[in-house]
């Protein structure tokens, strides 16, 4: 089948690139230039373990097309993905669905030819009304369908290839058998194919999303009780995860949630519910005590480091939101760092993924090109995201000083392995071994 995705981002770009390597002609396309030349020239604008591998497979086999041309990619297509952002305005909880807007009235305009629209990116429920509208002047060569997707930033090759379920949403029963031969690869091999309402498949994301933040938000909250008990948060975990009707994926403890979907869905719910005056109290309380944490994992190193950090070398292991991604957004280490900084600590940081512009500007902070150099001189070690070099370091070894302390967000280390080496640690909602 012949494709266009409109938005090279994470999710136009991962999903354009396996529909490419499952056989269809795919056209990414992006207004921005600089962005489409360096894909032309194999240079991917995201982190993402295996991608840059595919999009070289099927760039060579003629099946992947990036280009800036619009009407190009609509005129050689059958189905239109619409990928843009739509993130959370900064005056309020509302989702700014501007670009999505903007692309189906640029879809409007340039063809006059049949065509499946699809909404790849995230909206509030309505949305697809709202672009049915756009087209009502010529409905009957258009559908509209929300197709949301569930790819994990680091996973999301094999999410792809693998997913628990693939949601259609449409008001026409056609547009089912359709979407469904677009998929027959990937349902073949055993993916769940779902077919409901368009503002039920709307819905299906932001409450899939909210639900998964209210599982990490309700452990961390655990944990900080298990802290205060002098309990171990990883045996309730275990306990309550072993009840088939919780399970026991998304129950670690750890920093708040971040990164693109969680954030930003959990408030695009939340306002979706004002805007129909349901009182969606649970994902308010989700967004506040997640919002709260970085302040209470920044008071405890606060405290470790005896109430003053001024002159202190603190050395954070990861800043992206989690590991084999590079996304930034909504990472706890965006608001712990400056605060550091501005204590006048003395930061350094290592990250897999590479320096960060969001902290270039900081005076006291250092990008360190491996852990030894990074942890070299600390006196507080961060272990903040769980990439996979940074869970057999030996501390001893790489930090200099005499007397140090690991703050392990993660809870990848044994605090008795740390006893028997000397080291002091702290750890997330486990009991601390004195």
């Known amino acids: 089948m012949k494709l266009c995705m409109i938005g090279t981002g994470y999710v136009g770009l991962v999903s354009g690139t396996c529909f490419a390597d499952i056989g269809n002609q795919v056209y990414c396309v992006d207004k921005n230039i600089d962005k489409i030349n360096k894909l032309n020239s194999g240079i991917s604008p995201i982190y993402e373990p ?36 739509t993130p ?67 996973d999301a090759i094999r999410d792809f290839r693998y997913p628990d379920r693939i949601i259609i949403g449409s008001d026409n029963k056609n547009d089912f058998k359709i979407m469904e031969k677009l998929y027959a690869p990937l349902i073949n091999k055993g993916a769940k194919f779902f077919t409901t309402s368009r503002k039920s498949a709307e819905l299906i994301k932001y409450a899939s999303n909210a639900f998964l933040a209210t ?6 909250e655990l944990a900080n ?28 403890a750890g920093p708040a949630y ?96 590479g320096e960060k512009k969001e902290f270039q500007h900081l005076k006291n902070c250092q990008f360190k090109n491996n852990v030894k150099d990074n942890c070299l001189n600390a006196d507080l070690v961060i272990l903040l995201t769980e990439w996979d070099e940074f869970k057999l370091i030996d501390f001893k070894r790489i930090v200099k000083k005499k007397v140090f302390k690991v703050y392990d967000l993660r809870n990848l280390y044994k605090a008795s392995e740390m006893k028997r080496n000397k080291i002091k640690y702290y750890s997330i909602g486990r009991p601390e071994i004195k």
Request: proline share 3%; hydrophobic share 35%.
């Open 50 to 85: 295996g991608l840059n591998e595919l999009i070289h497979k099927n760039f060579k086999a003629k099946r992947l097309f990036f280009t800036n041309d619009l009407k190009k990619a609509i005129t050689m297509s059958d189905i239109i993905f619409i990928c843009v952002g």
């Open 88 to 154: 959370t305005k900064k005056s309020s909880l509302k989702v700014d669905l501007s670009f999505v807007y903007k692309c189906a009235k640029e879809v409007f305009l340039l063809t006059k030819k049949k065509k499946i629209i699809v909404t790849k990116s995230t909206v509030p429920v309505g949305t697809g009304d709202e672009i049915d509208k756009i087209f009502k002047k010529r409905k009957k060569l258009f559908s509209v369908i929300s197709n949301p997707e569930f790819l994990r930033e680091g």
């Open 215 to 220: 599982k990490i938000t309700f452990i961390n």
């Open 225 to 252: 009780l298990s802290e205060k008990l002098g309990i171990n948060v990883e045996d309730v975990s275990l306990g309550i995860g072993s009840d088939s009707r919780i399970g026991g994926r998304f129950l670690r």
């Open 258 to 353: 971040g990164g693109s979907c969680f954030p930003k869905d959990t408030k695009g719910l939340v306002s979706t519910g004002d805007k129909y005056k349901i009182n969606l109290s649970i994902v308010k309380s989700v967004i506040k005590s997640n919002q709260e944490r970085v302040g209470l994992l920044t008071k405890r190193v606060y405290k470790i480091l005896g109430n003053n950090l001024k002159g202190k070398r603190i050395s954070l292991l990861g800043v992206t939101f989690k590991p084999n991604t590079d996304d930034m957004r909504d990472s706890t280490s965006l608001k712990m760092i400056p605060f550091f900084c501005k204590q006048g600590a003395i930061v350094s940081y290592y990250d897999p993924s």
